[in-house]
């Protein structure tokens, strides 16, 4: 239990609203303690949590590939990363970094100039150039979500910037400027502004045709046309799935049940002209904020992203709430994680036990890079190898096999030595060589374990 701010009311830990004033009510205007304070008394999710302790090393590593990426010989100087270090937040250093992640990044020395530099190994680069290569090839599924994005905004224009802090939760590819917004005069229109801050990219026309939400593909894909007509929980409703261990009472669930069945603007439909009036216009507005931040995570590859990514596009979506508390009030909705002190976003219905449901090649082959980052400074399996290491592999196993051949070899004479001194020698010397026979046995034994071994 927690005070309230503004009416000296208590609210509930899941259920985030004021109960003590009609005029704070849940209906109304939001009565609580601050953000910071709400995220550390929220019900935690082992499942994203264990997700995101992956993807916050990912983050780290992707950040510096960028910048090799970025070079004009694909490679950098070591001390170039080592005066970056502070502001990549490199712990230990520029050097314990790059060991870390032998199989993504390489040092050498440079052939000119004799100092030590970095770059991507054979292995990473190989996920890269494939990596950018699916972007190239679902161009047409890039357009389209872009133009979503622009028809949710009021005006049909989003800032550059913008776009730019989001291009990889969406697949965009890093000339997206060029390539897509360009190269595309029919769909997209560059307004050049003061400075490249302020460029703005429009949409031309809006496409009726795209203006579905997910939300409504997920309702007509379960439900049949009666079921929608007749329950409005089932028609304005959005899917829930809670935590372990959340705690979920009788009047949490009856609010919850009335928010579902609160009808909404759609957020391809545009209100610039609506005027709210009264407490109820708040309602709707709320929940149409809330499915743009759905429809927003469904267009991202991985069906997630950055509280900070998302809060540039408030003033364009039209979003007059908090951000960070509509992801706070949904939990059954969305998944707020603090790992890595960055506020990350998860859209639940898109996951299953850690896994996304609807996988797609830019998410497959970012997993392979995840993979190499788990692998840390452990070898990878022969299916991973090159060729080279793949052949250097088999000709040291056919050395070992051809040693413990030699090593039977020499078994099989010592036996027959040993026999022969059996039958010539009298009783005294025949235990005498036996025994010496079983010790030079267990010997031979013993080194061609040891091969084996090896």
Known sequence: MASCLKCNGTYIRNSVYCTSSMLHDWWGLRCKTTSAQYVLQRTRDPTFEKLMDKHKKLLTVVLV???????????LPFQYLSR?????????????????????????KHPMKGNLWFRLTPKAMDIVNAEDQAIKDSQPLVIE?????LMISTDGVLPLKALLKVSRPLGLPDDFEDSIITENPHCFRWIRGITRDNDMVGLVSRDPSLAVTAVDEWRNAYHTREELEKDKEIRYGFKHQYPPGFRINRGYRDKVKKWQKLSYWSPYQDI????????????PLEKRAVAILHEFLSLTVEKMAQVEQISHFRKPFNIKLNIRDLFLDHPGIFYLCTKGNIHTIFLREAYRRGRLIERNPVHELRQKT????????????????????????????????????????????SDSSCQSEFWDSDCGSMNDSSEDREAEEWDVESDASDWSET
Request: charged content about 35%; some cysteine; hydrophobic content about 35%.
């Open 65 to 75: 590939q960028t910048i090799v990426l970025g070079s004009r010989e694909k490679s």
């Open 84 to 108: 970056l270090q502070n502001k990549l937040r490199l712990k230990r250093g520029a050097g314990s970094f790059l060991k870390k992640y032998p199989h993504i990044f390489e040092v050498y």
């Open 145 to 149: 979500r872009l133009k979503k994005l």
């Open 272 to 283: 610039s002209l609506v005027r709210i009036r009264s407490k109820g216009g708040i309602k």
């Open 370 to 413: 995840l993979e190499l980052v788990e692998l840390g400074r452990r070898c990878m399996d022969l299916q991973s190898l090159s060729d080279e290491a793949k052949a250097s592999l088999e000709r040291s196993k056919e050395n070992s096999e051809q040693v413990a051949d030699t090593k039977e070899k020499q078994v099989e004479l």
